[in-house]
């Protein structure tokens, strides 16, 4: 299996390589050279297997030789064992056809833990054998931060750089990224958005001497790794309400377009995936580019669910990529038109490939509170503000299909939201109870490269 990119220029790499690398050298993103397909029999084969088992036969064929099966399996058992419910990612009824996917079981409390959890494991694995030292930069609007300092704190190959935007993450997302004591974790508040952070991670990884010289990674979704791992989810709960001989229908709450992506893949991968929908808040660039055909950035709007609070969707490219036929010229061209006018309109034939694989919806920040309050009162399940903008628009699209929505995060790390809509404020799982009560440790940034760059230099000694 080999990773290409979606901007055509960069090298060729296998799935350790690409899982290292983090972005191409061409600036673009790193995908399979084709997908693998799995057979009826073998999607039939998943239901009822254990969640580490179902991700071990789903991602086995994207990760060639750098695992043997047995270490592979070994990695996937350790991601997985410290989640707070047997089942991983367990399914709950909403209504006669509507379930939710409850990602939230994980060590931070959101569905970026299914993929870091394991990616640190690999990590560890790959670089124990290589005896290479890293430093992993990782851009967050709350919870790719949070997951990547559980994931990777301690560890003495690595450093880990988290840029959030200053003031506009929850105050317990804050704290899970500010409060670790460890040496190798630097939680950096910088003034901006959260594109503000992603765009100065980009510029990172296009600094090719600072690149190098760091050994720099990255952990956000526009690495591949993290992708492959949400994919699995999509498998165990489809088999779980009858795939592969009836489709399901998915609603993700959508920022970074790394989630949905996932089930995109999974589709191509032959799972019988019927709408695939996108569900945003009012930060709705990816509903507007669907409507009307243009990608046009607007500014960032802070909102009840932050996390999604987001314009540039990274892992949009990836699927532009396939929409354009895999010219990875053709998609280079649409990414300088975003740097240079902050939009680009997508041209009839690939819109329509867009149309025809993904539906969406937008919801406001009344219809979160107002979709927080009537979950509750109807199906006794308190949803955090993201999986109430999920849930929204799944209603909307309710058809013969299930309806799985994804849950991606905890109430109680969003307690003003939940509390703003119920009443009812959400408490933290007993082994977090003190994280108000932790000391923090945090350094404030302005959003300028070329400090933040003499800051990792600096703690790195690199
Ligand atoms: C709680 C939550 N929900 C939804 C999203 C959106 O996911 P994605 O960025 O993969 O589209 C995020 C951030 O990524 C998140 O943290
Ligand atoms: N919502 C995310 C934004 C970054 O997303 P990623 O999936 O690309 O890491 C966050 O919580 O940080």
């Known amino acids: 299996m080999q990773y290409i990119s979606t901007r055509g220029s960069a090298p060729v790499l296998t799935f350790e390589q690409a899982m290292l690398t983090g972005l191409a050298r061409d600036g673009g993103l790193y995908v399979p050279e084709s997908v693998p397909v799995m057979t009826e029999a073998e999607i039939a084969a998943l239901a009822g297997l254990p969640y580490e088992e179902i991700a071990f036969r789903v991602m086995r064929p994207f990760i060639g030789e750098t695992f043997t099966d047995a270490e592979f399996k070994a990695l996937i058992a350790k991601a997985y064992a410290g989640f707070g419910h047997a089942a991983r990612a367990p399914l709950k009824q909403l209504g006669p056809n509507h379930f939710l996917l409850e990602l939230f079981h994980g060590p931070t409390l959101a569905f970026k833990d299914f993929a870091m959890q394991l990616i640190g494991q690999l990590f560890q694995a790959a670089l124990g054998r290589s005896g290479q030292r890293v430093t992993i930069v990782g851009a967050t609007s709350g919870d790719t931060g949070s997951a990547a300092i559980e994931a990777f704190r301690g560890l003495s190959n690595v450093d880990v750089f988290i840029l959030y935007p200053h003031g506009r993450v929850s105050e317990v997302q804050r704290r899970q990224m500010t409060t670790p004591a460890d040496a190798n974790v ?9 594109d503000t952070c992603q765009g100065l991670l ?41 795939a592969p001989h009836r489709a399901v229908d998915f609603t993700v709450p959508t920022g970074n377009f790394g989630d949905i992506f996932a089930g995109y893949i999974a589709r191509q991968m032959g ?36 996390s999604m609070d987001i314009q540039v969707s990274s892992n949009f490219e990836r699927v532009l990529f396939d929409a354009y036929g895999r010219d990875g010229a053709a998609v280079a061209q649409l990414m300088n038109e975003l740097k240079g006018d902050g939009a680009f309109t997508v041209s009839q034939g690939p819109l329509e490939m867009l149309r025809d694989t993904f539906a969406s919806g937008r919801v406001s920040e009344e219809e979160t509170s107002a979709t927080i309050a009537r979950t509750l009162k109807a199906s006794a399940e308190l949803l955090c503000p993201h999986s109430a903008v999920g849930v929204a628009v799944a209603e909307q699209n309710l058809g013969a299909n299930p309806m799985v929505t994804l849950a991606t995060a905890h109430p109680a790390k969003f307690p003003a939201a939940v509390e703003g809509a119920t009443g009812i404020h959400p408490a933290l ?9 932790r000391p923090e440790r945090v350094t404030r940034m302005t959003g300028e490269l070329q400090a933040i760059e003499a800051l990792i230099l600096e703690r790195t000694g690199a």
């Open 186 to 194: 630097h939680a950096l508040a910088v003034d901006g958005d959260f």
């Open 202 to 242: 980009k510029d990172m990884f296009n600094d090719f001497a600072f690149r190098d010289r760091v050994g720099l990674a990255g952990v956000n979704s526009i690495n591949w790794a993290r992708v492959l791992a949400q994919v699995v989810y999509y498998f165990s709960a489809a088999v779980s309400l009858g």
């Open 271 to 306: 799972l019988p995936i019927g709408k695939l929908v996108i569900a945003t808040n009012q930060n709705d660039i990816l509903h507007r580019c669907l409507t009307t055909g243009v990608y046009q950035t607007e500014s960032v709007l802070p909102s009840l669910s932050p």
């Open 429 to 437: 799982p007993p082994r977090m109870a003190d994280l108000f009560d």
